[in-house]
Each structure stands twice: as structure tokens, then as C-alpha cells.
Nanobody
Framework: QVQVVESGGGLVQAGGSLRLSCAAS????????MGWYRQAPGKQRELVAA???????NYADSVKGRFTISRDNAKNTVALQMNSLKPEDTAVYYC??????????????WGQGTLVTVSS
């Protein structure tokens, strides 16, 4: 079974920093795009940041300049460094990956989510 697992969520005060990590495992041929999404209660899930296999990144306007996404292709991991956190960043953060498996081919995989709470 191919899966991605997030870690690193927690409680932090506004202005603080937090680093999320996501690890992909299973029968993986290759990983294309990886990204972080978030969803707050009553709100739609939104893309926070994404990174291609070659390292190209995209960020939501709300996090530009504050968050940094990175990946380690050898370890099949992706991280999200979150600085200058704001209460508006409070949400469940989900890791997303588009990859090729050894059985089903190209698939999209979601993690279970990790909660980030930013207090003012």
C-alpha cells in the first residue's frame, strides 16, 4: 500500500515557526508533484504549497514569503517550513502526492492530516 504520512503539527503562538514533514512509502516508482493543503472548519480545502520533482515551487498568496516547501527525492519526503505564523494559518494540513506505483500506475495519495493551531 502506497501512503503518505504527515508529522510535525502542534500548537504555536502567532509569529512562531513550525515545520511539517511528509513521508511517502510503499511500492513507488516515482513521485511527480507533492504538496501541502489545509482545511479549516467551515472552509474549503486549499492548496498551500506545491513542489515538482525538479524542485519548482508554487505557493498560495497568503503564505508567500512565510512558508517554504522542500523535498528530498532520495528519501521520498517533503517538508513545509512555516514561519511568522498567523492565527489564520490554523487548520488541518494534509500532504498530497501524485506518484506512480508499481501496481496501479499514476495515483493521487492523501495523508491523514496533522493539526496546526496558531494562537494570538
Amino acid at each position: 500500500q502506497v501512503q503518505v504520512v504527515e508529522s510535525g503539527g502542534g500548537l504555536v503562538q502567532a509569529g512562531g515557526s513550525l515545520r511539517l514533514s511528509c513521508a511517502a512509502s510503499g511500492s513507488i516508482f516515482s513521485i511527480n508533484n507533492m504538496g501541502w493543503y489545509r482545511q479549516a472548519p467551515g472552509k474549503q480545502r486549499e492548496l498551500v504549497a506545491a513542489i515538482t520533482s525538479g524542485g519548482r515551487t508554487n505557493y498560495a498568496d497568503s503564505v508567500k514569503g512565510r512558508f517554504t516547501i522542500s523535498r528530498d527525492n532520495a528519501k521520498n519526503t517533503v517538508a513545509l517550513q512555516m514561519n511568522s505564523l498567523k492565527p489564520e494559518d490554523t487548520a488541518v494540513y494534509y500532504c498530497n502526492a501524485h506518484l506512480y506505483t508499481g501496481i496501479t500506475g499514476y495515483v493521487e495519495v492523501w495523508g491523514q492530516g496533522t493539526l496546526v493551531t496558531v494562537s494570538s
